[in-house]
């Protein structure tokens, strides 16, 4: 009976607790901010020193690689990667057999001594290596060297593949969109989600002599690809995305086609060769450059709307140029909406 009491005490307390924000939010005018999610990373996770030289000889002498997880508080994504992909028997099972996984708060002030032996804290070295993107995992080969970098979460099928690729040292071999590709071959048939904003072809883009009046989103996608019906249904059909997108000069290729292409720079190439140029390991990207043909920013992993939408402000407002930090702008962006009393949800399509 105790125990009952204490739990519906508890939940009254949370419920007043709820009250107390929504009244204070309807008194201020100021939105909400849902969707922030807590995560820790697993037992299994090296205690580390955060020594990365010591680390990567010794995961070495184990046969094993080291794997940096960039990770912030109340990134939902990174409590994704947690609870679908790191609680995954097999996927623990191998990442635990081969790799010493260490986590790196992006925020953080621990003290860092880099391979070069150079002296960071979290927080530096996640700008140095211009960490955008929650969760962002670095995986290193035996000499310190990057094997793979995943900016963003990547389902558990994809993220097998991933630690296959690192595993089995096919960075020696091939790119990892070529491996991506040889692991899951294109469908026959089916067609891409057209949309009215797109430019028809011939896809000349070059912008290096004669600059754009507008920057320009290129979006990489795939026939029978689930990700990319998720962006066309929930994402692209939200108005504040085309808003977004109508500052865009935007185009849609075929990744695995020889549409024939221009390049930003002028080249000639076709959409397959030139998505293995950039390495896109999946399927949508959206590859953004400005009105020279220079590439401000890339989506190469699983987004949803709030944060599409923030990497598209980002670029058309040319925010990069005063604000090289991604997360901070998406930070005030967020609050900014929050002021003029509108409710920012950042786990919701």
Not at 108 to 119: A, N, T
Not at 150 to 165: H, I
């Amino acid at each position: 009976m105790k125990t009952t009491h204490t739990f519906s005490a508890w939940k009254a307390a949370l419920l007043l607790t709820a009250l107390l924000h929504a009244a204070t939010a309807y008194a201020t005018g100021k939105g909400r901010f849902i969707g922030a999610a807590e995560s820790e990373p697993p037992a299994w996770f090296k205690q580390s020193f955060l020594d990365f030289e010591e680390d990567v000889q010794e995961a070495a002498a184990d046969n094993k690689r080291v794997m940096l997880y960039f990770h912030q508080d109340g990134c939902p994504y990174c409590s994704l990667l947690v609870r679908e992909n790191f609680q995954q028997p097999d996927i623990a099972a191998d990442m635990r057999q081969n790799l010493e996984s260490i986590a790196v708060n992006m925020w953080g002030d621990r003290e860092i001594v880099s391979l070069e032996g150079e002296r960071y804290t979290e927080k530096s070295l996640a700008a140095a290596l211009r960490v955008n993107y929650t969760p962002t995992l670095v995986f290193l080969d035996e000499q310190g060297k990057i094997a793979l970098r995943l900016d963003g979460y990547y389902p558990p099928d994809r993220f097998r593949l991933a630690l296959d690729y690192v595993s089995d040292h096919q960075e020696k071999e091939m790119e990892f969109h070529e491996y991506i590709a040889a692991q899951l071959p294109a469908t026959s048939g089916g067609e891409l989600n057209r949309e009215t904003f797109f430019l028809a072809p011939p896809y000349a883009l070059a912008r290096n002599i004669i600059h754009a009046g507008r920057p320009l989103a290129v979006f990489f996608e795939q026939t029978g690809c689930h990700n990319c019906d998720l962006l066309h249904e929930r994402i692209l059909t939200d108005p504040e995305t085309r808003r977004l997108l109508g500052q865009f000069d935007a185009v849609q290729l075929d990744m695995r086609s020889d549409t024939p292409v221009i390049t930003p720079d002028g080249r000639k190439t076709t959409a397959r060769d030139w998505a293995g140029e950039l390495n896109l390991g999946f399927a949508p990207a959206i590859v953004l450059f400005d009105k020279q043909g220079r590439e401000v920013m890339r989506i190469d992993a699983f987004l949803k709307t709030f944060h599409v939408q923030s990497v598209l402000a980002y670029v058309a407002q040319e925010a990069y140029r005063e604000e090289p930090s991604f997360q901070r702008f998406i930070s005030a962006r967020a609050e900014h909406l929050r002021e003029t009393g509108v409710d920012v949800n950042i786990w919701d399509y």
